[in-house]
């Protein structure tokens, strides 16, 4: 599994939470949040794109994102999902790397590529659920930048 981060390149999983460990610890009383967030693109193939956000509230951000190339997802509900599940599948890991580093009182949002208006709206209840049944805040558009901004940038 590789990130890729706009100034140090290719990470791994590991080295991405070194690296938000060590931009936490710059300004320690600091407020911190991490955005997770998923988007795709569907061309000949599906490319899915997962961001890993590091935001120091009111200052400033970090960010991580991979890329994952999938058969072409014509289904707009079956492309949201597996956004979603790319999604929790990473917010798990960095997870429970933060509660072996005693780190479980750092807020991790998810935010998903959905919102009232257009066609995903249907969908806001079962993805916001399926979020918050896993143990993470939900956030839907136009509060997902993480997925509309940052992983949007790179499915192109």
């Known amino acids: 599994m590789c990130f890729i981060s706009p100034s140090k390149g290719k990470l791994s999983l590991d080295e991405v939470y070194a690296d938000i460990m060590d931009f936490i610890g710059s300004v320690p009383n600091a407020q911190y949040k991490i955005i997770i967030g998923s988007d795709s693109q569907a061309k000949n193939e599906t490319c899915f794109v997962t961001a890993i956000i590091v935001h ?6 970090r960010y991580y994102y991979k890329k994952k190339k999938h058969r072409k997802i014509n289904s707009l509900r079956q492309k949201i999902f597996f956004e979603t599940a790319l999604s929790l599948d990473t917010a798990s890991k960095i997870t429970e790397k933060l509660a072996e580093d005693g780190h479980e009182d750092l807020n ?25 049944g ?22 192109k």
Not at 56 to 61: F, T, Y
Not at 114 to 132: D, S, Y
Not at 144 to 150: I, N, R
């Open 108 to 132: 991790l949002e998810i935010h998903l590529d959905i919102g009232p208006n257009g066609e995903t709206k249907e969908l806001i209840r079962e993805l916001v659920g399926m979020v918050v």
């Open 134 to 155: 896993s143990g993470f805040d939900a956030k839907i558009k136009p509060d997902s930048c993480g997925a509309s901004k940052v992983a949007d940038k790179y499915t």
């Open 56 to 61: 120091q509230v009111g200052k400033g951000a």
